[in-house]
């Protein structure tokens, strides 16, 4: 079971998020800033998250380098409200970009694209190689 970090500074998102993620079959995690994050990364690993671009007063782009500075090898998934993020090349380093909607279908589909993609190098949080 692949096991997920959501961040996302709106609980309401993360709850929503973690109730669709977990019914789809995965471990969900949540962090609503980016110390949880550092805090999150440091006690377990994932393999994947799922990150807001606007967290509060901070900049999701920051967070996703300090992430990619960790664990090149985590992928991430920029989840938006803003479709002109993706012209940032900041957010070119995350492995996809979802725009956030109440029909979370796409977001779905991009966790399991991009996991299909990690489960290729064969590495996994349970096996990380």
Known sequence: MAKLLIVDDEQDIRYLYSCE???????VRTAGSGSEVAARLQEEQFDLVLLDVQIGGENGLEILQNIIGRQKDLPVILCTAFSCYKEDFSSWLADGYVVKSSDLTELKQEVARVLAKKAQTGKTAEGAQ
């Open 21 to 27: 993620l977990e019914e789809a079959g995965y471990e």
